[in-house]
C-alpha cells in the first residue's frame, strides 16, 4: 500500500474526509513552498498536491498558468523541486503527490520519474495529459512501485472509458468538477452529485473531487458525496501575494483558509 492508501484507510476508519490542498512548487521560491507544505498539513490538509511548472500546462487557470510561469521564470528546475522536497519530507505530516505533466515524465523517462518522485517523498503522482489508452505500462510501473497514478475523469468522460479509468487509477480517482479549467467559481454543478455516486458504484477507491471548490459552502455541499477535495487556484491566488507581503503573513493567511475548509469538511462535532 503507498502513503495515498494508508491515508485514505485512516480517514475512513474514522469517518473523516481528505483536505487536499494544491501549490505550485517554486511560486515564489521552493523555500516558502517546503514551508507551505508544512503549515498546509498543520492546518488540516491531509494530502498535499504539488504542481511542477509546465510551459503549456493543459486544464490550469489563469491563476494557476500565471503561478507556473513565474516560476518558470525564475529557472525552477525538476531537480531542484525534488532536492528541496526531500530535504524537508521528515518535517511534512502529509504524504504529497505531484500534478505534472507526460511530457515532463516522459523527457526524465517514466521509470526514473517514479524512482526520483519516490526517492525525493512523493506518494504519487496526477498526469492530467495521460490518455487512459496509453496508460498501461506506467501504470504497472506505478504498481510495482508501490507509487499511486491518480486519473482525472471529468463531467464529459464516457461511462465506459471513466470506468477504464477508474480500473487503472491507484490512490484515488480525481473527478472533474466542472467541464473546463481550473479556477475559483460560485456554484457547482448540480450533476455532480449523480456522476459521483454513479462512479462510486463502480469503483472501491476514494473519489476526491476537484476544480471550481473554493468556499466553505462548496465544502460543505460536496462532503457528503466525496471521499476527498481538492482546493488550487484560492490557495495559489493567496500565495500570489507572497511577493508583496512577509511570507509568515502570507503563511498564516494560507493556514488560516485551510483550516476553515478542513473544519467544514470534518465538523468537530461529527
Not at 521528515?90 to 504524504?95: E, G, Q, R, S, T
Not at 520519474?113 to 503522482?125: C, L, P, S
Amino acid at each position: 500500500m503507498s502513503a495515498i492508501d494508508d491515508t485514505f484507510a485512516r480517514l475512513r476508519a474514522d469517518a473523516r474526509k481528505a483536505l487536499i490542498p494544491f501549490i505550485t512548487a517554486g511560486d515564489p521560491d521552493l523555500e516558502f513552498t517546503t514551508d507551505c507544505l508544512k503549515c498546509l498539513a498543520q492546518h488540516g490538509g491531509a494530502i498535499c498536491e504539488v504542481g511542477i511548472p509546465y510551459s503549456d500546462p493543459i486544464a490550469d487557470g489563469p491563476v494557476i498558468q500565471s503561478s507556473y510561469s513565474r516560476a518558470l521564470q525564475r529557472g525552477i528546475t525538476l531537480a531542484d523541486i525534488f532536492q528541496h522536497i526531500h530535504s524537508a519530507v521528515p518535517d511534512i505530516a502529509a504524504p504529497l503527490v505531484s500534478m505534472v505533466s507526460y511530457a515532463i515524465v516522459y523527457r526524465h523517462g517514466p521509470q526514473r520519474y517514479i524512482d526520483d518522485a519516490k526517492a525525493a517523498g512523493f506518494a504519487g503522482a496526477i498526469i492530467p495529459d495521460l490518455p487512459v489508452d496509453e496508460t498501461a505500462k506506467l501504470a504497472e510501473a506505478c504498481r510495482a512501485a508501490d507509487f499511486s497514478l491518480i486519473q482525472l475523469i471529468t463531467p464529459t468522460t464516457p461511462r465506459p472509458r471513466a470506468q477504464r479509468i477508474a480500473d487503472t487509477s491507484t490512490g484515488f480517482v480525481y473527478y472533474v468538477s466542472v467541464t473546463g479549467i481550473t479556477g475559483e467559481r460560485r456554484e457547482i454543478p448540480p450533476e455532480l452529485i449523480d456522476n459521483v455516486a454513479w462512479l462510486r458504484e463502480r469503483t472501491d477507491l476514494p473519489i476526491c473531487i476537484g476544480f471550481g471548490i473554493s468556499s466553505v459552502q462548496h465544502v460543505r455541499q460536496l462532503a457528503p458525496v466525496a471521499d476527498g477535495l481538492i482546493v488550487g487556484s484560492a490557495i495559489v491566488r493567496r500565495i500570489a501575494q507572497a511577493s508583496a507581503s512577509p511570507h509568515q503573513e502570507v503563511l498564516a493567511e494560507v493556514g488560516q483558509f485551510v483550516e476553515q475548509l478542513a473544519t467544514a469538511l470534518n465538523p468537530p462535532n461529527k
